[in-house]
């Protein structure tokens, strides 16, 4: 039963154990909608606000409770063109013991800025691992797991991933392949673009956050 007041999320997909998007295992949302629209972004498909299936923050927040991950990843798409239900998500599952890591393309100053509506620093009190900035494609990041681009930073709002902060370039990027019982395919995380081609000669990936780099 659901207890939603919040107008509704408008979610792209839903992963609700990978192990890709972040650190240990994750409950990963897809936020349908971006007005960021950085050239070469993967997901272009996901920048329309109309798509995707509306769902209650707090409906969101029990699948994620009960999923067994040790915290959710929010990406996109763009979660800050929805900051306040997000924001509503983000506080239930950690008020649960979940971890919070957001994806944005706004850079963190923005996000802080005079003009930033309250939302916007509502989802950042409820997030502890912050990945900023949009996708550079001239700006190709190979060194680290989980971003696409140089420019990207990564702010640890709280201590709750401080120790990941050294061993950070020492993490490996990874992809998640599933098939489901129809043979549908469905990646996520991110790949060398060699790599991945070869792994599609012969499927069709369902979804993904901007699957390769
Ligand atoms: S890379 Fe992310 S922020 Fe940039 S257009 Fe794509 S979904 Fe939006």
Redesign the pocket.
Known sequence: MTTDSALPLRIAAISPLTEVEGPGKRFAVWAQG?S???DG?F?PH??GAAGGRPTGPDELAQQALASGAEGVTLL???PFDQADGFATFARTVRDGGLSVMTFT?HYLEDLRGPDAPPSFAALLAATDLLVDG??LADQLDHARPWVGSRNQRFHFLTDRYLHLRSRLPGLADRLEVRVSPTGEVSINGWADVAALDELLQDSTPAVGR?SVR
């Open positions: 971006c960021i629209r950085c972004c997901n996901l920048w996109g798409g763009e393309g949009p996708y901007g």
